[in-house]
């Protein structure tokens, strides 16, 4: 099976290509802005680099969020459109499972993305497994779950470090600076079930930020 | 045009329409429009008053591809009959841009065919010769709900704007009113059914920059005098609606017109020798029948020949996109992967 992923959802933009368990070529940049610029040079360059053309792929994969509103919409909307005009199936997979797939624990691993306004994107895995739903939380409302899991916690990711302080002393945190890369979401892509590419929809856990006018509510 | 006929994919996401059209230009001159689809997102955006950026963008996200998909179906060319793939690349909501824009963008490199960005402006200042042959240089008045511009187009990429809107679109005028006097929207169409029944010369409402030299336009100050004469009726009866729609259409229509006579002798004071100027209408805000009469009549009268393309291609639309891509392809114009969509892009620059 060959899979090309991407991801353009925090501060950092990837592409990869998977053939039958191993990573061919693979482009992973940090950066804040300039994903919708960057995304197709880099994918052109790693396909060109591993001598294949799209219609070479099995299936592509993309991260759905959450993350910037943007940096959603840019990895999903050149998905979609390679698979349009391909004809392949996509993979779509939630940032925070991404994430959770560069931890190799035996433990619990809760991936907090900071959200800004005194919220995290917060989810808890066990061995890859979801232990919760993806969710938009408070700074309390995230502690309160992860001490619902009970065990120590293996707290990572751009917002653990803003909720150690109100988790039970077992928590343990590290990489407080992870990123998705699109070698790892390929890997998880490769055992998912794929669909057509319409089918993928953004997560965005948070509502558009847009006020109804007073006399309409 | 080039030696074979170029067939191009439209994509327009620029505002509250979706869009994916498939337009064909032969050698000989014959232009096609092979499919041409467009959802409107007002429903969504209605609760709201206005469309909201980020709702428009989440709703181009998700039927963008399904629209492409419908449109090289029905124009029945197949993905292997493309040309190039032609997407908006500006000046709009930039969320909607860079999601018709990466998707454009995606397509060209899928298929390994030219990707160009086009800028909505042009979009429209060569939707007339999708219809017909109109040769350059032509007079472009381009009205819409987010733009009021009047421009001198000399070919393709090359345009000197004469003047524009110091506030307010007309289209955005024509919004607020209709909303003042709760005729509903999209305010064009409504108020024109409005003004139907009324009496133009019942309110005597301002015609701002009438007179003035050059060709700029301002239409702040009338939307604030509709908003002032209606707060002054005892009551908003049928009749005061009809008189004040009828009202504030003629004033817009002598201002469009006395703006539009200025950059008549602009033109002709550059192109004197053109036996047969054009004006070209073009935008949603053309597809005012008074409006098109008025200045129709000052054509005849400057000896301007109208030119306006269908309603259907007036309002944003991706065939458009799609016939500015042939005539840039056309003169082996395309762009890089690596382009950026822009909020904010003057057809002048």
């Known amino acids: 099976m060959r899979v090309l992923a991407l991801d353009t959802c925090l501060d950092a933009c990837s592409v990869a290509i998977w053939q039958d368990g191993v990573i061919t070529a693979r482009e992973w940049r940090p950066m804040q802005r300039g994903h919708a610029e960057a995304l197709l040079p880099m994918m052109e360059d790693i396909r060109a680099r591993a001598g294949l053309d799209y219609a070479d792929f099995d299936r592509l994969a993309v991260s759905i969020g959450p993350g910037s509103f943007a940096g959603v919409r840019v990895g999903l909307a050149a998905a979609r459109g390679i698979c349009v005009a391909r004809g392949l199936p996509l993979v779509g997979v939630n940032t925070l499972e991404l994430l959770a797939a560069a931890i190799a624990d035996e433990g619990p691993v809760g991936v907090a993305i900071d959200a800004r306004n005194d919220q995290v994107y917060l989810q808890c895995f066990l061995r890859g497994d979801a232990l919760c739903p993806p969710g938009l939380l408070t700074h309390s409302q995230a502690a309160a779950v992860i001490c619902e899991t009970g065990a120590a916690l293996h707290l990572v990711g751009s917002g653990a470090a803003l909720l150690v302080g109100l988790c039970p002393a077992n928590i343990r945190t590290s990489h407080l600076d992870l990123l998705p890369d699109a070698a790892l979401l390929a890997a998880l892509a490769a055992t998912r079930d794929a669909g057509p590419g319409s089918a993928i929809a953004p997560l965005y856990l948070r509502a558009p930020d847009a006020k109804l006018p007073a006399s309409a509510s | ?349």
């Open chain 2, 1 to 349: 045009m080039s030696a074979r006929p170029l067939t191009i994919l439209g994509i327009e996401t620029s505002c509250d329409e979706t869009a994916a059209a498939v337009v064909r230009g032969h050698p000989d001159g014959v232009r096609e429009i092979l499919s041409d689809l467009v959802l409107s997102q007002f429903d969504a955006h209605r609760p709201y008053g206005g469309v909201v950026p980020e709702i428009a963008a989440r709703a181009h996200i998700m039927s963008l591809d399904g629209m492409i998909a419908a449109a090289i179906d029905q124009a029945g060319c197949g993905w292997q009959g493309l040309d190039g793939v032609a997407a908006t690349a500006g000046p709009g909501l930039i969320g909607g841009v860079m999601v018709g824009l990466v998707t454009g963008k995606a397509i060209a490199a899928a298929r390994n065919i030219p990707l160009i960005g086009v800028n909505h402006l042009e979009g429209h200042a060569l939707s007339m010769r999708l219809v017909q042959p109109v040769a350059f240089p032509y007079l472009l008045l381009l009205v819409s709900g987010g733009h009021c511009q009047l421009l001198e187009v000399r070919g393709v990429g090359d345009y000197a704007r004469l003047g524009g809107s110091l506030d307010d679109a007309a289209g955005e005028a024509f919004d607020k009113t209709a909303k003042l006097l709760g005729l509903g929207f999209p305010g064009g169409p409504a108020v024109e059914l409005a003004a139907k029944g009324g009496n133009a010369a019942r309110f005597a409402l301002p015609r701002p920059m009438l007179g003035r030299a050059g060709c700029d336009f301002s239409f702040s100050g009338l939307k604030t005098a509709v908003r002032h004469m209606a707060a002054a009726l005892p009551e908003m009866k049928d009749q005061d609606r009809a008189d004040m729609a009828a009202s504030f259409q003629a004033a817009v229509a002598d201002v469009l017109v006395d703006r539009c006579r200025h950059a008549m002798a602009q033109f002709r004071d550059g192109h004197g020798a053109l036996p047969e100027p054009v004006l070209v209408v073009a935008g949603g805000v053309a597809a005012n029948q008074m409006l098109r009469g008025a200045l129709a009549a000052l054509c005849a009268q400057q000896g301007f020949t109208l030119a306006a393309p269908q309603l259907r291609l007036c309002t944003d639309n991706a065939a458009m996109i799609g016939w500015a891509g042939i005539e840039r392809l056309a003169l082996g114009l395309s762009d890089p992967l690596d382009i950026s969509a822009r909020a904010r892009w003057p057809l002048d620059r």
